[in-house]
């Protein structure tokens, strides 16, 4: 096991009024692409390198600096968390030491060397459950500014509002039992702009609420649970496939050693990987060209694996997406997860010019009606088209069916 401590050093710099210091440095934690890079949907940049959220019935202000973060509050209601630094560190997960996680990845990967410097402080968070689940049903088939506008409506719809000095208004994130009180579900979230996900939530919520008499205890209680009994039981939900039912488990569930594999991890293990493993272990890939070390009793199941993979078709199947997240967690162990998280911060932020260019050829693909209630910025109201394929999921939703016909 990796050890859980990092050393808390000193700011160099005095804090403004009000600031109050978390000690952890930037090699640990990196605010900007950790709040940014689809893990999380709600915070937003009010400032240079500064975030704000409403959370734990607080308006919580966190800022970057060159050797800490600091935080503040802005406005309360209540009832509210009365440790908010204690419930930061869980959120971050600040006890885990991404630094020594790296120094362990590199042993594997002498490659990670580079991704360290570039991903810096790219970190998963612990994130509420039901915050967790309902902003990754919204995930599938969709791109980052879209989920991050229909999660806005939702919390302004159902969430309740803390008003602050300087920055707005802003809303808390609804519990199930507050949407569940809604007449008709799944018109609310259509005309709120999910689509054809209304009907997702409108079963998710009411097949909670009818099987727990606590639905969100039911899923913290699942952070208890080995991995594959907490996704066996995500999987009965609505809009929950296994990349969403990962994504969950990951960031929601304490589950650090799940790994979610989209059509940009599946590429991370066919270009960073495969090459390397598959026939001459000195060869170069399109991605890093140094020898991967793999634990002796590892070695034969990760070659296995790189072979299926680069025997497997040219684009992402329901065998090819098991192969690479079973590759991933071979290589990486049991915190593959995390180092996932950075992998797919590092091609996201690789692949952004060619994601834009794809999120506009298909603006048009799905059309959503506009709410009556006016409920986000003039500004994302432009966005409200744009929705992106996702291979993997696409894919799988089609073998489903196909195997449900067949059955």
Known sequence: MVAKQITQLKPKIKPSIGWIDLHIPASELRLNPTLTCGQAFRWKQTGPDEYTCAIWNHVIDIKQT???ILYRTLGTISPATPDIETSLRDYFQLDTSLVKLCQEWIKVDPDFADLQQTQNGVRMLRQPVIETLFTFIASSNNNIK??????????QRFGKPIETQTKGTFYTFPNIEDVAQCTDIEDTFKEMGFGYRAKYYATTVRYLVDTHERPEKFLIGLRQKPLEEARKELLKLSGVGPKV????????LDKPDAVP????????AQKRYVPRLVGNSNSKGKVGGSVIAVAEDKAELVRKLAQQLAAGKKAPS???YETAQQLIIALFG???????GMLFSSNLGNGGEKQGKQEKRDSK???VPKTKRKTVSETVETDMNQDTTDGIGSRLRSQKKKQNKVE
């Open 318 to 320: 329901v065998k090819s």
């Open 146 to 155: 879209r989920i991050t506008m229909l999660v806005d409506r939702l919390c």
């Open 261 to 268: 594999v989209d059509t940009h991890i599946w590429q991370v």
């Open 245 to 252: 039912a990962d994504c969950i488990c990951l960031m929601a």
């Open 365 to 367: 693909r799905e059309m």
């Open 334 to 340: 049991p915190y593959a997860g995390w180092a996932q």
């Open 66 to 68: 060159p050797e800490t």
